[in-house]
């Protein structure tokens, strides 16, 4: 009765539960008197005891040895009460005299007002044990990682989870990892390390990794704070970044139908108030959906590439053009005539005509139609674009392959 009272005593101290299945063999005596040893998982851990599943019937009071094969570690407990059944067996409450600490590699001093207090801050907060296994997570890790406490809580770190990246794109789970560093000298860390989210997108974080010790100074494990960087790049890059993404085409890394409205608007205004003489020239590939049907997507792309770096190697850097959308193409011309428009336009048509990607044993190639007109004083961007289209369309009506003025 006197043993019984005192794990009693024992079980009030101890602190809040948390779940990791931490693989560990019990050993001890059953209902009948017979010796058992079981290979088992614990369900819950706590710093005096733990809950584990075992097919045998085991009477309240009975003293078991719970051994963690992985560290060695051992500790003597006694069952407290079967606490439910299971298909494979019953849970069972283990009440253990001493703290257990070091069984499971978790400081749990830590899990008690401090995890509170932990929960409320706005940086991400895990705590790992000598495995690596996470043995906490707190809300602020819980909002930048993606991962909730139970995803996360009784996982390996490295195990699917955010997958710490330099800069560099090397994973550093398996070498460079500033958790097993701290853990191995005790020495504290900082890092920038990109995360990988529970969505998939990298998100760049700064990390702060101290070591975890026992009441005897022994490292159990190793507690990070991260949070959300921002990556800095000088001023001048980020305007170009920026520019860049909001004008440009993506595959042909021309400018966009945005950007030549832009020029068009403001070209117009040059005619109207200084005489300055502009024209446009608008170019659509002549059954360029055959491309992409005989050839693959990935060829036909290759070819707007490759049509995109023509026009921009053989017109003035003074012209402007750009990838108005799909398979059609936009040039704004500065300083030309009507008759050096039309010369511009023809030369750019059997240019686009000589161009060619590889397919296979074979290249594909194809043709433009092309519309021709000088902007007026009386034009809007809309309506010189639009003239622009219909002459265009006149030349596809007329077979393609040709171009048309007005």
Not at 49 to 77: K, Y
Not at 215 to 226: D, L, N, P, R, Y
Not at 293 to 298: L, V
Request: glycine share 8%.
């Amino acid at each position: 009765m006197e043993a019984v009272q005192r794990f009693n005593t024992a079980a009030n101290r101890r602190s809040d539960r948390v779940s990791i299945a931490f693989p560990v063999e019990v050993s001890g005596v059953d209902f009948s008197g017979n010796p058992f040893r079981e290979t088992t998982k614990t369900s819950t851990v706590s710093r005096y005891g733990c809950c584990v599943s075992l097919p045998q019937l085991v009477p309240p009071g009975q003293e078991v040895h719970v051994r963690r094969p992985v560290s060695q570690e051992q500790v003597v407990g006694r069952v407290v009460a079967e606490m439910g059944s299971l298909v494979d067996g019953h849970l069972y409450g283990i009440s253990i005299l001493k703290s257990c600490e070091d069984l499971w590699g978790i400081h749990f001093s830590l899990f008690s007002i401090q995890e509170k207090l932990l929960d409320s801050m706005y940086e991400g907060v895990y705590f790992v044990n000598r495995e690596r296994r996470i043995t906490y997570w707190n809300q602020g890790a819980e909002r930048l990682a993606g991962f909730s406490a139970s995803d996360a809580v009784g996982e390996l770190c490295s195990n699917g989870m955010m997958i710490h990246v330099d800069e560099s794109g090397k994973p550093l789970c398996n070498r460079g990892c500033p958790l097993t560093s701290v853990m191995a000298d005790g020495q504290s860390r900082q890092a920038a390390v990109y995360l990988r989210h529970k969505d998939g997108h990298r998100v760049p974080v700064g990390v702060r990794v101290m070591p975890m010790r026992n009441s005897a100074g022994t490292i159990v494990g190793a507690a990070e704070v991260f949070s959300e960087r921002t990556v800095t790049i000088g001023s001048e890059q980020r305007i170009h970044a920026l520019e860049k993404l909001a004008f440009n085409d993506s595959l042909t890394n021309l400018p966009n139908r945005r950007y030549m409205e832009f020029k068009i608007s403001q070209a117009l205004l040059d005619h109207q108030e200084f005489g300055r003489q502009y024209g446009l020239l608008m170019f659509d590939l002549d059954r360029f959906k055959q491309i992409n049907d005989t050839h693959t997507h990935e060829v036909g792309d290759a070819l707007l590439k490759a049509i995109a770096e023509t026009l921009l190697r053989n017109l003035r850097p003074v012209e402007v053009i750009a990838r108005w959308g799909g398979e059609e193409f936009v040039a704004l011309m500065a300083d030309v005539e009507a008759i050096a428009l039309g010369d511009l336009a023809e030369r750019c048509r059997v240019l686009i005509a000589q161009s060619s990607v590889p397919s296979g044993e074979t290249r594909a190639s194809v043709t433009a139609s092309i519309g021709a007109t000088m902007l007026s004083h009386t034009d809007s961007a809309l309506s010189s674009i639009r003239r622009a289209d219909e002459l265009m369309y006149e030349s596809k009506r007329s077979g393609g392959d040709r171009t048309s003025a007005g």
